[in-house]
């Protein structure tokens, strides 16, 4: 058993902070103090300290220890949500540099707790183009978190920083903007160097020009996303990007292109130095092509695993792992084939190769679960044992 409480060794590092000799010192070791409590929720004592610390900064001479603190103070409350009393506390800086980093992170912590219009406020007492961007990007992300997707193009079009603008629309975005409406042209994802970024936004605009009815240029663009993603040097960012890129496809209904995609990412993944490595891509593959629909491709995908499969079975004991993978496949591709009504003509032999699968798996554990799985599809009612009737 512990001598003390939390708190009471809390009050004890407190106790040895203010014994500090430098009132700087102390006011700094104070700021840990008080972070350290917000960590193990220790709301008694952590808002008396919040004081005690704040008072202590105030009290500084210099004048640049106290700037520097009382920011580390703002990102604090900032951090832990007490916005209002980061606003409180924004005056009280009174040097330049470190009241221009305060006033972003303000901002940005506004436009996160869905603030929007204090964030846009306190953006506009910024000075510094990059930091007023930075908001611009918090204050989308919020928006396209809340689902306002029309404000969120506005705000997108507002960023001037291409590499900024992306981000906000790659990472949060996805295809519920129309990137044609915010100021990135293709000419100007043409230059974009980091050929990820570049064959991500080319992709996206791809995206929402085949939604606008512009198929013809949305077809070029498509094609050109292709050739960027083709020049990746590493095969495995190369397999993985080509495959979220034919899911794309498949969701905007142009399968043709998507299995000639899938395709492509299956013979790279293959290139893929070391079976470990290469057969999670190939798991992934089909799945999203058992999610497409496209049974046959993904039984295709199926049999190159089962022939890397029974390459690691021969060289190595450790087989659990990937096992594993090979039933949840196995599964999903099952229980697809169960649900999908327009496929029943060919969903009874399709099952047997994958109750033949299953059953190959040496594991017991997984080969119990994909057969489980297998008996759920079965009992669906569409395909299995007695669906001929």
Do not use: W
């Not at 901002?107 to 707790?113: G, R």
């Not at 910024?126 to 928006?143: C, K, N, R």
């Not at 079975?313 to 450790?318: F, I, M, N, T, V």
């Amino acid at each position: 058993m512990n001598e003390y409480s939390p708190s009471d060794l809390f009050l004890e590092a407190v106790n040895a902070a203010v014994a500090i000799d430098g009132p700087a010192d102390v006011a700094n070791v104070l700021l840990q103090i008080t972070t350290a409590l917000f960590e193990v929720n220790n709301h008694d004592y952590v808002h008396a300290l919040l004081q005690k610390t704040h008072r202590r900064i105030r009290e500084l001479d210099d004048p640049r220890e106290r700037a520097y603190l009382l920011r580390l103070f703002v990102t604090l409350q900032c951090r832990r949500g007490l916005i209002d009393a980061a606003v409180e506390t924004l005056p009280f800086i009174d040097d330049p540099e470190q009241q221009a980093v305060a006033l972003k992170e303000l901002a940005i912590a506004q436009a996160q707790a869905g603030r929007l219009d204090d964030a846009l406020k306190t953006a506009d007492e910024i000075e510094d183009f990059d930091d007023y961007e930075a908001v611009l990007v918090a204050v989308g992300e919020e928006q396209i978190r809340q689902g306002l997707f029309t404000e969120a193009q506005t705000t997108a079009a507002q960023i001037e920083s291409e590499e900024l603008r992306i981000h906000l629309l790659q990472n949060f975005a996805g295809d519920k903007v129309d990137v044609t409406k915010t100021n990135i042209s293709i000419e100007s994802a043409r230059e974009i160097d980091d050929l990820f970024h570049r064959s991500s936004i080319l992709r996206q605009i791809g995206i929402s020009l085949q939604k606008n009815g512009r198929m013809s240029e949305a077809s070029a663009v498509f094609k050109e996303t292709l050739n960027t993603v083709l020049q990746f040097g590493n095969t495995y960012s190369r397999t993985n990007s080509l495959t979220d890129f034919a899911v794309d496809l498949t969701d905007l209904g142009i399968d043709g292109s998507a299995i000639k995609v899938f395709r492509l990412a299956i013979d790279v993944a293959q290139e893929i130095d070391g079976i470990s490595f290469a057969l999670p891509c190939l798991c992934r593959i089909a799945e999203c092509q058992t999610a497409a629909q496209l049974f046959n491709e993904a039984f295709d995908t199926v049999k190159i695993i089962e022939e890397l499969r029974d390459e690691i079975y021969r060289k190595s004991p450790e087989r659990g792992p990937f096992d594993r993978d090979f039933a949840a496949v196995l599964g999903k591709l099952a229980i697809a084939l169960a649900d999908s009504m327009e496929f029943e003509g060919e969903s009874i032999p399709l099952f047997q190769k994958s109750l033949d699968i299953a059953r190959s798996i040496i594991d017991a554990q997984c080969r119990a679960v994909a057969l489980m799985r297998l008996a759920v599809a079965t009992g669906r009612g569409t395909i299995g044992p007695g669906s001929e009737q």
